[in-house]
């Protein structure tokens, strides 16, 4: 089993800054991959990014490609996400999840286990 939680979600106006955490405990040694993906109402979940744990690299959705950036924390086992240049669009809650199968998976049945999610949202 790995928990995840996720913090560092809230209001921020558009154009700003903010950065999502995702600690990890648990099993993680077994962990391929963290990704993150974002909800709004009445829309299924959207992938945002993903860090292979290995080796560090990484993937985004166009959507977020140049403004979002993820990192990790290899002694916290934390997973960071950086948004940047902030638009109303990615008002979301966002979800980190961690995948035991995969490498960099960018679909939801990719991922084993999920954080509980945190909101973020973009005034404009």
């Known amino acids: 089993q790995v928990r995840l939680v996720e913090s560092g979600g809230g209001l921020v106006q558009a154009g700003g800054s903010l950065r999502l955490s995702c600690a990890a405990s648990g099993r993680t040694f077994s962990t391929y991959a963290m990704g993150w993906f974002r909800q709004t109402p009445g829309k299924e979940r959207e992938f945002v990014g993903v860090?292979?744990?290995?080796?560090?690299?990484?993937n985004y959705a166009d959507s977020v490609k140049g403004r979002f950036t993820i990192s990790r924390d290899n002694a916290k086992n934390t997973v960071y996400l950086q948004l940047n240049s902030i638009k109303p669009e990615d008002t979301a809650v966002y979800y980190c999840?961690?995948?035991?199968?995969?490498?960099?998976?960018?679909?939801?049945?990719?991922?084993?286990?999920w954080g509980q999610g945190t909101q973020v949202t973009v005034s404009s």
């Open positions: 860090m292979r744990w290995d080796l560090g690299n990484t």
């Open positions: 999840a961690a995948s035991v199968r995969y490498r960099l998976p960018t679909t939801e049945p990719g991922y084993d286990y």
